[in-house]
């Protein structure tokens, strides 16, 4: 079950936190790995690791807000190993503060990355998919996007939008037996947490509680978001498609 041998898989944001959880889980799975993140020396190393433990992978410089970038990926990725099976767009940014003491320059940031990311990404993947007549999509999201989150105001909107734009795409690629599907992750300590609380008092209060908030009793893993995204990516998955999927020990339970 859940067998991903010879598929080639792109994650975004795949050098640390989630998505390096991802990266490793796909690689078990027997996944051709491709790490496409900004932060080229932790991408490597993260490469490094999951090729020292038997997996494939490799590591491509790139920098989902700019569609030539994202472009030149995944004509690496072509050249060099062959067609992307499965993308998940992991890539994202936050930091917490109320609305009206943010800026435009930090809505853009917040939009670039979470929703234009995904865009480029699908933007430049999606043709070689339709051309292979199969594909798996998996967008992570967040519980913020579902149920909203006191000082993330414009990241839920934009996560809010990515869940929109998933369904759409779902709708879109069927014929062509591409799946499109969301994960939404609960609070998972990763680097992009630390450096929330690090800098400010609030997201730390908030943050630091929710062990004792959440049913389950304990904050997510990088493994647990992990475990989502390989079920979507696999064929088990196969007559799945535009579904949001929480992972977050029932802190949220949407419909
Ligand atoms: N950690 C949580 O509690 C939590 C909760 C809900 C959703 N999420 C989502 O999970 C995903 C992963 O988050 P994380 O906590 O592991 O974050 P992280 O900051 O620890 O890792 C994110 C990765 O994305 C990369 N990245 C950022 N901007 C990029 C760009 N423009 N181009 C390419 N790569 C870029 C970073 O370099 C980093 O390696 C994000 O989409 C985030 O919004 C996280």
Redesign the pocket.
């Known amino acids: 079950m859940f067998e991903l041998k010879e598929k080639i898989a792109v994650v ?2 795949g ?5 390096k959880g991802i990266c490793e889980t796909l690689a078990k799975q027997g996944a051709w790995v491709v790490i ?4 080229a020396e ?1 991408a490597a190393a993260t490469a490094a690791e999951i090729t020292r433990l038997g997996g494939k992978a490799m590591a491509v410089k ?4 700019d569609l030539m970038s994202v472009q030149a990926m995944v004509s690496t990725i072509k050249d060099t190993i062959g067609p992307v099976d499965i993308l998940v767009n ?5 930091r917490m503060k109320p609305f009206l003491k943010t800026a435009p320059d930090f809505w853009n940031r917040v939009m670039d ?2 929703f234009k ?1 995904v865009l480029n990404t699908i933007y430049a993947v999606a043709p070689g998919m339709i051309e292979q007549n199969s594909g798996k999509i998996i967008n ?1 999201a ?2 913020a996007a579902r149920v909203g989150s006191t000082g993330e105001s414009v990241y839920s909107g934009a996560k809010g939008a990515v869940i929109s734009f998933s369904k759409t795409m779902a709708r879109e690629l069927a014929r062509n037996r591409i799946n499109v599907n969301v994960v939404c ?4 300590p ?4 630390d450096d929330m609380k690090a800098e400010d008092a609030f997201a730390d209060k908030i943050l630091s509680s929710m062990d004792k908030i959440i049913p389950l009793k304990r904050m997510g893993t990088a493994e647990d978001i992990a475990h989502a995204v390989v079920f979507f990516a696999s064929a088990e998955a196969d007559f799945i498609t535009g579904q949001v999927l929480s992972v977050s020990g029932g802190l949220t339970m949407a419909d």
């Open positions: 975004t944001g050098a640390r936190g989630i998505g496409a993140d900004l932060l932790e790139t920098d989902i807000t992991n890539a994202g940014w936050d990355i979470n990311g992570i967040s519980d992750p609960g609070p998972t990763t680097p992009l947490l």
